[in-house]
């Protein structure tokens, strides 16, 4: 047995943390950055330990479509711990976020929260596996679901048989999807997506292939799962299924739902949703599910959402952002591809389109770190992974995409003499 070191009181604070964080991404080194330490947040703004202020894009990656700490949330959270921070027992603000999602989300008629995207995705495989009493999932290599063994590729510590129910597909890429939903057809339990990819930069969902996951999950009898963690009330009302023309069987949700808190839900029709505990025999539970002030934020984060929906402002401005920095790249002979949804974009340093995780990986690792870095030296947060989504929230106007693209300008400067 190791023995127990006790640790010098002379090592940085984060020095207590596993790699300085607590979400790995966080910690900078894919783009040789040193982390930021956050002291506070407001509006569209981060500021450091040091008071140094960034506009921020990384915005709790996708939760904070308000921005930070708008005051409908506050205010809904500060009443909501008031009445007391915690029950155990049901109450009211769970069944009026829920029926905010059911009235959003066509295909949900029953909502059950979860603390966290991951458990969301956790337990909607579950379901789908218990509902078709199969056991292979189809997932698209390039999305993530959250760190759940049985939707985890790539990390140690998971059984070996666990990741054999795991099928990879290439996303967009129908032929092969085919092929594989066919081959494992007899017992495949879901294909599970992210109908606009986020966790491998944005990439959108070529045209007709969101239908042609409709149709040949319906063929071979298996359920469609639509991870909208991301995406769920990000891209307009309705989410993606609606945006896309087609619905999911189950659907998962988290981050902008929360407000800002944590998070996560899975929904879909009574019939499959009634399998779950205490209805059925598929189990979940939890202390923190439905969390009074999740749920309180999350209330007044959709209410604001509804009252005044800031999704045509944001693709406008995302738009306008995406144009400039085409713009720049160009000027500055630099090859790049920008995707942009909605709200969301993620800039890749490549001549290719990027429609999958292969031409997503192939891109430039270090123009992209460069870029990053030298925005960062401006003021400008972006997340600091090639392949993360960058976020617009309703507290960005015009003046921070101006601010963003006068410092893009100066990042692209000198960057065609760093290697692709
Ligand atoms: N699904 C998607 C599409 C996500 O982007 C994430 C988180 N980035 C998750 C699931 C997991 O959510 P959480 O981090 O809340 O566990």
Redesign the pocket.
């Known amino acids: 047995m190791p023995t127990a070191k006790r640790p010098s009181k002379k090592r940085a604070p984060v020095d207590f943390l596993v790699g300085g964080v607590n ?1 790995p991404v966080r910690n900078f080194r894919a783009v040789n950055d040193a982390p930021i330490i956050v002291k506070r947040a407001a509006g569209p703004w981060l500021f450091d330990d040091r008071n140094r202020r960034y506009v921020d894009f990384i915005m709790g ?3 904070l479509l308000l921005g930070h700490n708008p005051p409908v949330v506050v205010e809904g959270l500060l009443e909501a711990l008031k009445r007391g921070e915690l029950f155990g027992l049901t109450h009211a603000n769970e069944s009026r976020l829920a029926r905010s999602i059911v009235n959003w989300v066509p295909s949900v008629e029953q909502v059950r929260f979860t ?7 956790m337990t909607a495989v579950r379901l789908a596996r218990a509902y078709t009493g199969r056991s292979t999932v189809l997932a698209f290599d390039g ?5 759940g063994d049985s939707l985890m590729i790539g990390s140690a510590g998971v059984p070996a048989n666990w990741a054999s129910s795991l099928v990879r597909a290439p996303l967009n890429n129908l032929k092969e999807v085919e092929r594989l939903v066919l081959q494992h057809a007899a017992d495949l339990a879901c294909v599970i997506v ?1 109908p606009v ?3 491998i930069g944005v990439i959108p969902p070529s045209r007709g292939f969101l239908e042609a996951l409709r149709t040949l999950t319906r063929k071979v009898g298996a359920l469609l799962v639509f ?5 769920g009330f990000r891209l307009g009302n309705g989410s993606a299924q609606k945006v896309y023309g087609t619905a999911a069987d189950l659907t ?1 949700l ?2 902008v739902i929360g407000g800002g808190l ?3 839900a899975v929904g879909g029709p009574r019939g499959i949703m009634e399998r779950l505990s205490p209805c059925g025999d598929v189990y979940h539970g939890g202390t923190f599910a439905g969390h009074p002030l999740s749920m309180a934020a999350g209330v007044a984060a959709l209410e604001e959402l509804q009252k005044n929906p800031p999704y045509d402002r944001l693709r406008a401005l995302a738009d306008q952002l995406s144009d400039g920095i085409k713009t720049q790249a160009e000027k500055a002979g630099v090859a790049v591809q920008v995707n942009c949804v909605g709200s969301m974009l993620t800039v890749f340093f490549t001549e290719k389109p990027v429609v999958d995780a292969a031409s997503a990986r192939a891109t430039s690792r270090k123009r992209f770190a460069h870029w990053t870095r030298a925005l960062r030296a401006a003021g400008i947060l972006i997340p600091p992974s090639p392949f993360e989504a960058l976020f617009l929230s309703a507290a960005h106007s015009e003046k921070h995409v101006a601010q963003f693209l006068e410092a893009s300008a100066r990042a692209f400067r000198g960057l065609r003499r760093v290697a692709a």
């Not at 603390?115 to 995705?121: H, K, L, M, N, R």
């Not at 999305?143 to 760190?147: F, I, L, R, S, T």
């Not at 991870?227 to 995406?231: G, M, R």
């Open positions: 979400s990656w996708g939760a603390v966290s995207g991951s458990e969301a995705c999305c993530y679901h959250g760190h992210e990819a986020a966790n991870d909208e963690v991301v995406t998962t988290g981050k944590p998070i996560g």
